[in-house]
């Protein structure tokens, strides 16, 4: 079935303007101890205005002492209410819908921001498993209370929920490791308690690498039997495909979804119009966008006005320029002051 790019979509509870999404992408606009600010506020209700229909947050780390980096915002019973709830009511005064994503590191978290070392599958104890469900439970039903519409349980790009379920990473020799469904056991154990805490009319989505494990058809299956609404396809390789502006996922996704019912849409490689409608016109029913977004928050209107391709350089440097200079992409001239408050001061 072939869907339309500006029509009203269904995503589980929700009810989207368009089919087009803001993939999580990490703002970096937290404060040093990774308290939300205005500044992060600001940028998601820039992303709104700019017509986007479904905007999830970038990565926002349930344990404050496992952060990715000095710009990563937290979700946990330090983080302010008051912001949290600013941001919803910001977003949904332009239509849009509003998703935190919310993500444990792993072994990506930054030993140099959290002052102890990154946690790895073979970390936890059964003691820590049960409290890594616990801070996601927590996480969904403060973003629940705030205002949001949903959570997107971050399951990629090898932060931990991620590295159970790849072999290289998980050498666990108990009910967590193993088979497919012992990896998948975390997870399903973390998708449950958030179902459970914030019930049937809160959108309960994943982020997943087609990559991470060596049958996806069957990680699919087990993601739909754990009853998301949603799931968004990455990959391990997202961040080394510089330069390619065609869909990166979509091939694995086609080859990948026979007999499945839940809504599946890939990520990446979509810089114009055509490129969105490819992959709507494949089966799939969002598009789902994010360094065209950095480079313009308002692609997505500018495409209905007519502009059919984003000015993206797909050059990836969006990944580390707000370490050289306060922006989010290389062809930004207007400083961003939060970033230069945690990353500054610059070289000269």
Known sequence: MAYSLFETAELGPLISKNRTVRSATNEHLSDPSGQITPAWVDSLEALARGGVGIIITGHLSVDRDQRADEGQAVLDQETDPTLLSLAAQRVHQHGALLIAQIS???GKARPGVNGRPPLSPGDLTPQLLDR???QFRHAARTAQMAGFDGVQVHCAHNYLLSSFLNLRWNHREDAYGGSLENRFRLIRRVLLAVRDACGPRFALLVKVDNDSCDDLPALLRLFQSA???????????????????TPFFLDRLLAAWEGLTVPIFPVGGVFSRAAAEKVLAAGAPFVSLSRALICQPDFVERMEKGQTESPCLACNHCYNVYRQRPVRCVLHTEVIPQLEAVFGPYPT
């Open 132 to 134: 890594l469900v616990e």
């Open 227 to 245: 009853g998301v609404d949603g799931i968004e396809l990455s990959g391990l390789d997202m961040a080394r495909r510089d330069g390619q502006k």
């Open 104 to 106: 444990h590191s792993g």
